[in-house]
Structures are given as C-alpha cells and as structure tokens.
C-alpha cells in the first residue's frame, strides 16, 4: 500500500525550519508529507489527511476575543487553516493540530482561546522551551490515552494561547497541573487531535510517535472507507 500523503501547513517565516521535522515523523509513521502555507494551492482533495502545524498567535477577530499587545498575527495562514480544517471535515480527512494547529482546530470547530494563557492560568508552569521540562496530565478514558499511555506525560512548550470555551464535537484530553488545556480530541470520525506542545522535536519518543501513528492510520482508514476511530485505536501503546 502506498504511504498515504498529509498536507503540513506551516509559517511562511519560519516553516522551513519546522517542515523537515514534521516530515521525519510522518515518514516514520509511514506517510510522507508535502508543505503549505499561505498563498500555496492548498487542496484537502489532493491528500489523505492534515497536520496544521505551530506558528503565530490566531487572531481573535475569528472568535470574538480580544487582541493583546503582545500578539504576532498571521491573517492570510489564519483563512488557509481554517479553511483546510473545515474542508477536512467535510472529506472526512483526519487532523493533527500541532500548538497553533490545536488551536486553529478549536476556532475553526466555533471555540474559543485564552489570549494570555498564563495570565488565566496563574499556577501553570511557565516553560519556552523544546525541551520536554512541562509536565501534562493526560484524561483517563481518552483516545490520547490509548494512544500514549494515560501516565503524566513530559512536553515541550512553547505557546503563548490556549484552548478556552471547546469547539463543537471536541473534548479534553489532557491539562497541565495548573489547570490550562494541553490536548483536545474529537469524539467522531474523522479523527482530529490537537495538543499544545510540540512532537515533532520529540521524535525520539514512543508515545510521541504514537500522534503521527494514529494520524497515518486514521488516513488509511478513509482510504480504504473504514472507521477511523476504530483503526486509531488499534494503534496505541
């Protein structure tokens, strides 16, 4: 069976840094990855699944909320992602939302982000790091948790948003130990994931992997007209 092939949307700035790594994890889950970003002739029909990837803050304008000083905005990525996750869903194409990318998922699903996450969340450890120095404590009786382990979990951060009011069809599937959503996941097919922190730095981690994995196997699923949930799950730990 071919590799199945997953569109990455990253930063026009910074992407090309980023992409490569992304890439490795989805050649080691066994897909193989072609890169977009704002102004490529992006198509969900052209691939078998998605990975939004990290980048710039989300404006607020596409959830109501109300913009910080201190936020780098992106407003022609912002159109693109959104798009492509909706487009996803109307394909039936699963998602992997990665930081920016689990954000972009809840927006695009109607939720909504806390600006400043660490000013909502006083007691969440502060780390800007790609180093795995941030602990997360993962929801029992979650798909996350079948794929990863249900143990706390060591990340990498480097997020300035999080995940407030939860789309629609979405629940948590993992906070830090003060509180702040790390990782949402979608109850029905198409399979969608997102976690706040970054995997693809970690790709020498088996339950990281495991993200890519489920991704890969999810997109195989709809190859072949079977239910994702259910191929992802087969995939876990």
Request: charged content about 25%; aromatic content about 6%.
């Amino acid at each position: 069976m071919s590799r199945p092939l997953v569109g990455v949307t990253t930063s026009r700035r910074s992407g090309w840094r980023i992409f490569p790594l992304i890439a490795l994890n989805v050649w080691m889950a066994g897909g193989r990855a072609q890169r977009w970003v704002d102004g490529s002739d992006a198509r969900v029909e052209d691939v078998d699944g998605l990975i939004i990837g990290g980048g710039d803050d989300i404006s607020p304008d596409l959830y109501g909320g109300q913009l910080v000083s201190s936020a780098r905005l992106d407003p022609g990525r912002d159109a693109l992602e959104r798009r492509l996750v909706h487009d996803a869903f109307d394909l039936d194409k699963p998602v992997l939302g990665i930081c920016r990318g689990s954000q972009m998922l809840n927006v695009a699903l109607g939720g909504t982000l806390h600006q400043d996450a660490y000013d909502a969340y006083r007691d969440s450890d502060r780390h800007r790091t790609i180093l795995p120095r941030k602990t997360v404590l993962i929801t029992p009786g979650t798909r996350l948790a079948r794929l990863a382990g249900d143990a706390p979990m060591k990340i990498n951060a480097l997020h300035s948003q999080a995940v407030d009011r939860l789309g629609d069809g979405l629940r948590v599937a993992a906070r830090d130990r003060g509180g702040m959503i790390q990782a949402i996941e979608r109850l029905h097919d198409p399979f969608a994931i997102g976690v706040q922190w970054h995997p693809e730095h970690l790709f020498y981690a088996r339950r990281q992997q495991g993200l890519f994995r489920a991704l890969i196997a999810a997109a195989r699923a709809r190859q072949a007209h079977r239910d994702q949930m259910e191929q992802v799950d087969s995939t876990g730990l």
